[in-house]
């Protein structure tokens, strides 16, 4: 790894990324899993074999086999988000905070892990893509709408999505962000939501969400990001980029010729700092 102006570059090059709490997972281009950071709880260990993608969240990550079976390993002493994962065939994956869901080969949803709030109950129907907070998840359904189940308490009005048709979206804690067909990024949820003010006057492609930031990826490739208008939010590298994710004290991003770059979100304490 090389840091330069405070943006380090992971080595190797990478198909996808996710990050979790303070630590990340990518896959790279032989299709193997690399993970960097925190490893107090094993999150950062990760497995041997060929994935597809990778799903990092809290303190545990999940990774899609090349053959549809799924891998998970991090914590399991303390959210017991570890259970065993059905033997089903998935095509995509989701960590949440204290569980994991996926997308099974005919659209519908199976979750495992803890199920404080009704997170791992997902409502029938057939899916193309998962995304996990805080005791809620949301999914994107097949004709582009959007669901979630789960808590809402503490005035989080995270289960009541935006209408309208989505291509893409990624959780934080407490919310969650979506990017509408027309390029559009909306968010709804947790309280802190007003305070970060709408999405850049952009089209995205996609989309990565923290606990206090949003950054998603426009569709000339360029980054842009936005949050808590009581935090310095830092400035994110230049370049061409194919996808984005954000933990709670950093952020990564894929370039498009496949390498990796992460930088720290300048958080005050206790969130400052992070694990490359």
Not at 180 to 194: E, F, I
Request: glycine share 16%.
């Amino acid at each position: 790894m090389a840091t330069d102006g405070g943006v380090t570059t992971i080595d190797g090059t990478f198909t996808s990324i996710s990050v979790g709490n303070n630590f990340a997972c990518g896959v790279r281009t032989d299709r193997t899993i690399a993970c960097w950071g925190d490893n107090s709880l094993g999150q950062a260990s990760a497995p041997t074999g060929t994935f597809s993608s990778v799903s990092a969240n809290w303190y545990h990550a999940c990774g899609l086999t090349t053959d549809g079976t799924v891998t998970c390993w991090g914590d399991s002493a303390y959210y017991y988000n570890l259970s065993s994962p059905p033997t089903d065939t998935y095509a995509s994956i989701s960590a949440g905070y204290t569980n994991t869901c996926g997308v099974k080969i005919d659209g519908g949803v199976t979750c495992w892990g803890v199920d404080w709030a009704g997170e791992s109950i997902p409502p029938a129907g057939t899916f193309m893509s998962l995304c996990g907070g805080a005791f809620f998840t949301c999914g994107l359904r097949s004709d582009g709408t959007i669901v979630c189940w789960g808590g809402n308490g503490g005035g989080n009005t995270a289960l009541t999505p935006p209408s309208g048709t989505f291509t893409f979206m990624s959780a934080g804690d407490d919310y969650p962000c979506a990017v509408r067909n027309d390029g559009a990024v909306l968010c709804w949820g947790g309280d802190g939501v007003s305070s970060y003010g709408a999405a850049p006057a952009a089209s995205f492609n996609s989309v990565g969400v923290s606990t206090f930031e949003v950054c998603g990826v426009k569709t000339d490739g360029t980054l842009g990001c936005w949050g808590d208008g009581a935090l310095a939010q830092p400035t994110p590298p230049t370049g061409a980029f194919t996808a984005v994710s954000l933990g709670d004290t950093f952020a990564c991003a894929l370039r498009t010729d496949g390498t990796v770059l992460c930088w720290d979100l300048n958080l005050p304490p206790p969130w400052n700092g992070c694990c490359y």
